[in-house]
């Protein structure tokens, strides 16, 4: 999977929206853009993914850069519960069995 | 019903025992991973599994084994325990389709192994 850059932490406060930056210069055509993020002592979920058009969902929305070189996942208006580390991961297209390569991710911090 | 149920969610042994944490999910999916977060909190694959490969990955020792009884269960397999086992320990599942890129992971709760 190829390579993701993502800002260390973010701080934001509640009822604002958040946009979360993560950069992916190496993409390759198929890969998709997923995120993820993992709440205080509860395992990853997932949020959103897109491959090249805008996404949106009940939990946020997915931006993502023409050339495809980056994208940003916007919480539309942060509560205390979305303070939790947001990760941007790449997928390829390929069939298989493996699975996703998690990086640092960001660590959001709502401040009430 | 929880999607993927991991058991135990807490679990404390000596160095040198041998364990077992167990994973089940009811999502109907045929993939099932097994992945470990330190006390850094980077979260790293361990291994991919399906009916039809085993995919390890190659910095896990062989210690650790994955065990599949069924397609909705994954366990996992700690032999002699060190130290540096300790850690959190997430199943997932997935099911894989042709175009695999846009598949989601379902993740367990995890299991807090400490190693004492």
């Known amino acids: 999977d190829a390579k993701t850059t993502q800002p260390n932490s973010m701080e934001s406060n509640e009822e604002e929206p958040v946009h979360l930056p993560c950069n992916h210069s190496?993409?390759?055509?198929?890969?998709?853009i997923h995120w993820y993020r993992q709440l205080p002592s509860q395992g990853p979920e997932y949020v959103i993914h897109?491959?090249?058009s805008n996404v949106n969902n009940r939990m946020a929305s997915l931006a993502i850069a023409e050339d495809r070189k980056s994208s940003t996942l916007i919480l539309h208006r942060a509560t205390l519960r979305d303070a939790a580390v947001y990760y941007c991961?790449?997928?390829?297209?390929?069939?298989?069995?493996?699975?996703?390569?998690f990086g640092k991710g960001t660590h959001l911090i709502i401040q009430p | 019903d929880t999607a993927v149920s991991q058991t135990p969610k807490y679990l404390v042994t000596q160095m040198g025992n041998d364990k077992s944490i167990k994973c089940e999910q009811n999502?109907?999916?045929?993939?099932m991973y097994w992945y470990k977060q330190d006390s850094k909190k980077f979260l790293k694959i361990m291994f991919s599994?399906?009916?039809?490969?085993?995919?390890i990955n190659e910095t896990v020792p062989n210690r650790f084994s994955p065990k599949s009884p069924d397609k909705a269960h994954l366990n996992l397999h700690i032999n002699s325990l060190e130290l540096g086992d300790s850690a959190v320990y997430f199943c997932?599942?997935?099911?894989?389709?042709?175009?695999?890129?846009?598949?989601?992971?379902?993740f367990g709760a995890g299991s807090r192994l400490t190693v004492l």
């Open positions: 997932a599942s997935r099911q894989t389709r042709q175009s695999s890129g846009a598949n989601v992971l379902t």
């Open positions: 190496t993409i390759s055509g198929t890969d998709y």
């Open positions: 897109g491959l090249t």
């Open positions: 991961i790449l997928r390829g297209a390929g069939g298989g069995a493996d699975g996703l390569t």
């Open positions: 999502l109907g999916h045929d993939t």
């Open positions: 599994y399906n009916n039809k490969e085993l995919i």
